[in-house]
């Protein structure tokens, strides 16, 4: 079982649309986690951590369920700028593990 | 304020040969990361450097890769001799211990795409 995992998509939405992705990790002791996103042959960024108690950023909402060892991330009201690959990221003490992405496109 | 700073941005190499990759990180943060991303893939860490000094390097596959951080500040990632499946983006992080516990946000560079033919 890889140590996270997340639906590759792509997700094809329109603009305006409330979109979801899941992610699930496999090590119990992961203390950290984190949503990036990616934008094509670029970098990854930090878009927000993750909190046990749910944690909102804007149109971005992350939830983390430790019990199922489950990360969620909800966009509302898509915008087309939102297109991009978002990465869930567990961690350790210092060592980011990342998951292969999630690809999201948004049209018009 | 200047953000992770890599070179080259593309590289084009016979396979066989040498290449070396430099990595120039946020003023100020002690720890530097190189991280190894195919396509379709997440990130995987290949070395972390504190300062100068190397405390994880468990994921870096020693027969061809070496890195160093010699004065603490910018790091060289080399592989000698590069094989096909070497091609890939290599990422720099850099990130700064303002907690005592949990990783600090990191700031990655751009990248240096490397092409082995």
């Known amino acids: 079982r890889k140590e996270v995992e997340q639906d590759p998509g792509p997700f094809n939405v329109p603009e305006g649309a409330t979109v979801a992705f899941n992610c699930t990790y496999s090590n119990s002791a992961s203390q950290s986690f984190f949503w990036y996103r990616q934008d094509c042959r670029k970098e990854p960024k930090l878009l927000m951590s993750?909190?046990?108690s749910g944690n909102e950023d804007g149109r971005f909402t992350a939830q983390l369920n430790r019990a199922s060892q489950y990360i969620s991330l909800l966009i509302r009201d898509s915008k087309l700028s939102d297109s991009a690959t978002y990465l869930c990221?567990?961690?350790?003490?210092?060592?980011?593990?990342f998951g292969k992405g999630t690809m999201l496109l948004v049209s018009p | 304020e200047a953000g992770v700073v890599q070179s080259p941005r593309y590289k084009i190499i016979e396979k066989k040969q040498p290449v070396a990759f430099w990595c120039n990180p946020i003023?100020?943060?002690?720890?530097l990361y190189w991280y190894l991303q195919n396509l379709g893939q997440g990130p995987e860490l290949l070395i972390r450097y504190e300062n100068e000094e190397a405390v994880d390097d468990s994921q870096l596959p020693k027969d061809r890769f070496s890195a160093e951080r010699l004065k603490g500040v910018d790091s060289t990632l080399k592989i000698q001799p590069a094989e096909l499946g070497d091609s890939a983006v290599y990422l720099c992080?850099?990130?700064?211990?303002?907690?005592?516990?949990?990783?600090?946000?990191?700031?990655f560079g751009p990248g240096t795409r490397l092409t082995v033919l």
């Open positions: 993750v909190y046990s």
């Open positions: 992080a850099s990130s700064a211990r303002v907690r005592s516990i949990g990783p600090d946000t990191q700031y």
């Open positions: 990221v567990v961690s350790g003490y210092s060592t980011l593990t």
């Open positions: 003023s100020g943060h002690n720890t």
